[in-house]
């Protein structure tokens, strides 16, 4: 199936360290979605970027539409051992009624202690 | 204020059987969509369904199908399951904004 791509793949990092991870794609989307999925779990929404060159922050989290509108990043400041999961980023494609999303491959970020 | 929810949590079925698996939107949301996720995988998506009509599909064969109630609820139907058909299927709904809110999902394996 059609998933965009993540990087990095996964990543273990200290506590309190700053995490960036990116998500690009040959398409263009007019939504960027950032989740973060524990292990068993639905993903749940951290960030929703509408326009090419947003920056958007949730807490410690900021996330950006990219310019060309094929990418999007995703920061994390401070981590902490609970940021531990898999992110995904998602874009949407489509108008209402016959949208769907496209998901990335997902970043493991495992924190340190 | 209830959000999207899924049964049952798990299920296990074997090879040839049908299962159904059911979804209830976040309070508001009327379209509802359907993902797979295979382990170590992000998620596929299946279909999705508004106005109870399905409206778009993903790359799935058509032993997979759906309905979607007056309610908004939902069902996902599998047929002639296959092994490769065991994952995590996540529903999710999504409100005017575009954001897409998930369940916790069901995880079927099949035998």
């Known amino acids: 199936g059609q998933q965009l791509n993540q990087s990095p793949q996964s990543m273990f990092i200290q506590e309190g360290e700053d995490v960036s991870m990116n998500c690009t794609s040959s398409?263009?989307?007019?939504?960027w979605l950032w989740y973060k999925q524990d292990p068993g779990e639905g993903p749940v929404l951290l960030i929703a970027?509408?326009?090419?060159?947003e920056l958007t922050s949730n807490g410690r989290l900021t996330a950006q539409f990219g310019t060309t509108r094929k990418d999007s990043f995703l920061n994390i400041s401070a981590s902490i051992p609970s940021d531990v999961g898999i992110y995904f980023c998602?874009?949407?494609?489509?108008?209402?009624?016959?949208?769907?999303?496209?998901f990335g491959t997902g970043t493991r970020l495992k924190v340190l202690a | 204020d209830a959000g999207v929810t899924q049964s049952p949590t798990h299920l296990i079925k074997t090879r040839g059987q049908q299962v159904t698996l059911r979804c209830s939107p976040k309070s508001g949301h009327d379209t509802v969509s359907w993902y797979q996720q295979a382990l170590g995988q992000g998620p596929q998506f299946i279909f999705q369904y508004y106005e109870e009509e399905e409206r778009q599909r993903g790359n799935f064969p058509d032993r997979f199908s759906g309905h979607q109630f007056p309610n908004y609820s939902s069902e996902l139907n599998v047929n002639a399951l296959l092994l490769g058909d065991s994952a995590l299927y996540l529903c999710?709904?999504?409100?005017?904004?575009?954001?897409?809110?998930f369940g916790p999902g069901t995880r079927l394996t099949v035998l």
């Open positions: 970027l509408y326009k090419a060159g």
């Open positions: 398409s263009i989307f007019n939504t």
């Open positions: 999710a709904s999504r409100d005017l904004s575009d954001e897409q809110f």
């Open positions: 998602a874009g949407l494609l489509g108008a209402s009624g016959t949208y769907k999303y496209i």
